[in-house]
């Protein structure tokens, strides 16, 4: 089993930035791919960033390239999503995940935080 909470969303102004991260527990944190997604009111659940286990493959969304970076710390077991030049078409929940597998599906996370809000009013 591996917990994860995720932290760091909230309210910010078109062209602001957030920095999420994701804290794990459980089984060695080494081990999983981790990655973020993210869901919109009234959408499906939409691939954001993926990072592998040594930080030496990380893929984006389109929708984010340029604007969002990956990253993970795995000594302090966590996994950063930095958010730069922010759009109203972020606004959404914003889900931690990991994973045996690097993917970009989320059927091949196993593992799912709770999901942290990010609001960016037009």
């Known amino acids: 089993q591996v917990q994860l909470v995720e932290s760091g969303g909230g309210l910010v102004q078109a062209g602001g930035s957030l920095r999420l991260s994701c804290a794990a527990s459980?089984?060695?944190?080494?081990?999983?791919?981790m990655g973020w997604f993210r869901q919109a009111p009234g959408k499906e659940r939409e691939f954001v960033a993926a990072?592998?286990?040594?930080?030496?493959?990380?893929r984006y969304a389109d929708s984010v390239k340029g604007r969002f970076t990956i990253s993970r710390d795995n000594a302090k077991n966590s996994v950063y999503l930095e958010m730069n030049s922010l759009k109203p078409g972020d606004t959404a929940v914003y889900y931690c995940?990991?994973?045996?597998?690097?993917?970009?599906?989320?059927?091949?996370?196993?593992?799912w935080g709770q999901g942290t809000q990010v609001t960016v009013p037009s």
């Open positions: 459980g089984r060695t944190f080494s081990d999983y791919a």
């Open positions: 990072i592998n286990w040594d930080s030496g493959y990380t």
């Open positions: 995940t990991a994973g045996q597998l690097f993917s970009l599906r989320a059927l091949t996370y196993k593992y």
